[in-house]
């Protein structure tokens, strides 16, 4: 099966070739990178357009293009937000050209924090749909919490991105689990893209370049996850200067430094590097305040993000990045979690046309808890210590060819996982015990093809298969449950029987082919209609029973009693610009519908926790997600930014339960508003202002809770029950909060009027202005009330009352548990050298 599908991709992929090689006789290429010309960075998304040929192309992840044309005259134009636009004359008579370009950066003060896409009519002629970008200058404008610069809080203000609250680890796309979306930097997996329980994302802005969320029509490139694609890159390091950058803020520091080296006589480098870290320090700030039983306590993070690059020669270059963070948190017990990644790249040029990217990476998400964080050497024999982790290798070759009105790109992946799902060891009086779960094993592996084709002026096409190929391994032990007990009444897993597997033994397969389709029709020069259907294929799970994912959750691969999730998602939309010069508002509309498969639910009373037969807990169910976003952006003006609103809901039906009927999920929004504005005011005489302003406001539907129906009272204590067992019966309160910030820039010229070298600022942000009490969650609990027990007079008249509970009340109230209940006012320095 697997050589068949090798020989039939070789056989499209000859046959692709070999037609456009009979068309394209006679044909010559342009070809080439496009960089930033102040550090020499690969620009991602640049526009290169031959207007005499109706042609173009758009620059790669590394900043490369290829451009096939017939022999003669032409004028290359390119473009790209912020950036200048470049004009040059190109001649092609006997062989190819290759046309290395740099941009420079805008003299206008406003472009640098200009929202728009990477060109002026790119929502509108790109076949992407169901993409959002963000700028990372933008980024840095839109108001944070304690005024630090965040990725993961950036992309949920896009419609169809939700969380289920405040504290809660990663994002909801499309009504999909956080384990759903496949969070990639520079290409490695990343487990847990959050820091202090989902206050702050991984991600330096520092050293980030470049932010891409996919939630449909995603290529044939991407797979191993059902809900959505977050693509990070990280900046390659100055290749032209030595440059130092960071921030203070109230809670965390930050500090990057980057610059090229071996560079050769004409001033150009071989090579650059960027270093980036930071590190929080409210425990060191909070130590003196701290009693007694709490002093040394332990909260705070830190990371380290690294990348370098050396360019061989014309057609060989590498990349090592490298990112390694942890969060500690507790007092005497405590425990502590961080992602470990690297990445190798290699790019190679074979042709003017051939262009190859082969990466190598290793992944690694763990966690600890450990009862005696501060004493190590006083309670070196009695302690307790649970270890987990999963650990990815994997080597992922991926090939782009251009070809005349044709983008082919071909390759294939392979991933070695190995999942820990905990390991304890406990320590009495010195007695050392370890137990817990034995490791898994599994290996995946994946080809695909895909290809991007412009049929006439109007219509482009982009179509691929991917095949993926699942295989868990030993050594370890398989089990069979009793499966003929109904849901409602397995309180526990009935074994029936264990098989033990040898290292290397294959103990369950699964494949899947994964179609992937997109379409797009141009009505107007600045309208057009797209559409889109991708099925992928999820094998590998994370299992949680709480309200919101925490950093403690597992991950499990599919076994012979865990099947992978799928997924089919279709999806439509308008898009169209309008305005002064047609491009000032961008607006579009998209729905969608989406189903899935072998969602993972549990029976009553799942034990989770070094749970050797989990698998026995678990339950298969059904999913659909469908709704609409509407989308509005402003790109002009001193007055700019976006309004989304999502309209959509999310269900799920699991056998036994819910009477098993379809019920909301937790990740169920049915509303959900956006609204983001950046302000740049313009002086009298047509300067920019030293001031700049920002808002934010969001305003979202409650989520989905399980709540009793009714209650019974047993000895004095009032007992909740949920007579229907409905799932996710009630909603918590509505949620909306309002963010402001203010930069002041630093001054631009010295006392003698010379531009300064350094560049600095001010950043004045207010979180949750109008100290809104928005509810993570609402729980219920038994009421005490209070009576006056007696009534006591001091000697200087002063009236107390002591007061005694009174016993047997039946009542109950709700709780309503907010993480922030006030607003946050905070203040960052910011500089640049």
């Known amino acids: 099966m697997k050589y068949r599908l090798i020989l039939g991709l070789l056989t499209v992929l000859s046959a692709l070739v070999g037609t456009d090689r009979v068309r394209a006789q006679g044909q010559l290429t342009v070809s080439g990178y496009v960089k930033d010309k102040a550090n020499g960075e690969g620009l991602i998304g640049v526009s290169v357009y031959v207007k ?51 941009l420079e950066q805008e003299g206008k003060e406003l472009a640098e924090v200009t929202v728009k896409a990477e060109r002026e009519e790119d929502n509108v002629r790109n076949i992407e749909m169901s993409v959002n970008k963000i700028d990372v200058k933008t980024i840095q404008r839109i108001p944070a919490l304690l005024g630090e610069v965040d990725v993961i809080r950036s992309i949920q203000l896009l419609p169809g991105v939700t969380t289920v609250g405040e504290g809660a680890t990663g994002f909801n796309v499309r009504g999909g689990n956080i384990d759903q979306n496949l969070v990639l930097l520079d290409e490695a997996p990343v487990y847990n893209s959050s820091h202090l329980f989902g206050f702050f994302s991984v991600f330096n802005p520092d050293a980030v370049k470049d932010v891409k969320l996919i939630k449909g029509g995603i290529p044939a490139l991407y797979g191993g996850r059902i809900s959505s694609i977050l693509d990070v890159r990280m900046k390659e390091g100055n290749a032209k200067k030595p440059e130092l950058t960071g921030g203070i803020g109230l809670i965390f520091s930050r500090l990057a430094y980057e610059r090229p080296f071996l560079k050769k006589e004409d001033g150009t480098a071989r090579g650059s590097f960027i270093v980036a870290a930071r590190r929080s320090y409210a425990d060191i700030l909070a130590q003196p305040f701290l009693n007694s039983d709490l002093r040394g306590s332990k909260f705070y993070f830190y990371d380290l993000t690294a990348k370098g690059n050396y360019k061989i020669n014309a057609n060989n270059t590498i990349y090592l990045s490298g990112y390694l963070g942890r969060d500690v948190f507790g007092s005497d017990f405590g425990f502590n979690w961080g992602n470990t990644t690297t990445s190798l790249r290699w790019n190679h040029v074979f042709s003017d046309k051939l262009f190859l990217n082969t990466t190598a990476f290793y992944s690694n998400y763990d966690y600890l808890l450990d009862s005696d964080l501060k004493k190590k050497e006083e309670n070196k024999n009695d302690y307790f210590r649970w270890k987990s982790k999963i650990i990815n290798y994997s080597l992922k070759p991926d090939f782009t060819l251009f070809l005349k009105n044709n983008t082919l790109s071909f390759g294939g992946q392979a991933i070695v996982y190995d999942f820990k799902p905990g390991t304890a060891t406990a320590a009495s ?36 298969l991917r095949y993926s190929y699942f295989n868990y391994i030993g050594p370890g032990e398989a089990y069979s449950f009793q499966t003929d007990v109904p849901v409602g009444q ?12 040898g290292r290397g033994e294959s103990i369950q397969t699964y494949g899947n082919w994964e179609p992937r389709f997109s379409a797009k029709y141009e009505l107007s020069d600045n309208s057009s209609f797209k559409l889109s259907y991708n099925r992928l294929a999820q094998y590998i799970h994370l299992v949680s029973n709480t309200t919101a994912s925490t950093p403690l959750d597992v991950w499990t691969p599919s076994t012979n009693n865990i099947r992978p999730q799928l997924a089919d998602q279709l999806a439509g939309g308008y898009f169209k610009n309008f305005g002064p010069s047609g491009n000032a508002y961008e607006a579009s509309v998209e729905v969608y519908y989406k189903w899935m498969q072998n969602q993972l639910d549990y029976i009553d009373g799942a034990n989770l926790l070094l749970n050797k037969y989990l698998e026995g807990d678990l339950l298969s169910g059904k999913g659909r997600a469908y709704g609409a976003e509407f989308f509005v952006k402003k790109n002009t ?9 999502t309209l959509a809901k999310t269900e799920r039906q699991v056998n036994g339960i819910n009477k098993d009927k379809w019920f909301p999920s937790r990740f169920d929004r049915r509303h959900t508003l956006n609204t983001v504005l950046l302000y740049d005011p313009v002086k009298a005489n047509g300067n920019p202002s030293r001031w700049s302003f920002s808002g934010t406001f969001v305003l979202s539907t409650g989520t989905p809770a399980t709540f009793p129906t009714n209650q019974f009272q047993y000895q004095g204590y009032v007992v909740p029950h949920n007579a229907d067992n409905a799932r996710n019966n009630y909603r918590i309160p509505v949620y909306h909060r309002l963010d402001v910030a203010a930069t002041l820039q630093g001054k631009r010229l010295r006392s003698n009027g010379k531009p300064r070298k350094n560049q600095d600022n001010w950043v004045f942000s ?68």
Do not use: C, M
Request: aromatic residues 14%.
């Open 52 to 102: 005499e040929a109706n042609t173009g192309a758009v620059t790669n992840n590394y900043g490369y293009y290829a451009i096939p044309l017939p022999k003669g005259q032409y004028t290359v134009t390119v473009t790209y937000v912020g950036f200048a636009k470049r004009q040059l004359p190109v001649t092609l008579t006997d062989q190819n050209v290759k046309l290395n370009i740099e």
């Open 429 to 464: 009086s010195g007695d050392v015990r370890t137990f817990g779960l034995e490791s898994k094993y599994a290996v995946e592996a994946a080809l695909y093809v895909g290809n991007e084709q412009q049929i006439g002026s109007r219509l482009q096409l982009q179509y691929g």
């Open 490 to 501: 397995r309180r526990f897993p009935v074994l029936n029987q264990t098989k033990t597997y």
């Open 637 to 645: 003006g001193a007055l700019h930014g976006w309004i989304s609103y």
């Open 766 to 833: 207010v979180y949750n202005v109008y100290s809104r009490k928005n509810p993570f969650s609402v729980y219920f609990r038994q009421a005490v009330p209070e009576y006056v027990d007696k009534v006591l007079t001091s000697a200087d008249g002063k009236v107390t009352f002591e007061t005694k509970a009174l016993q047997g009340s039946n009542k109950t109230e709700a709780v309503r548990y907010s993480i922030f209940a006030t607003l946050i006012p905070s203040v960052t320095y910011n500089f640049k050298f």
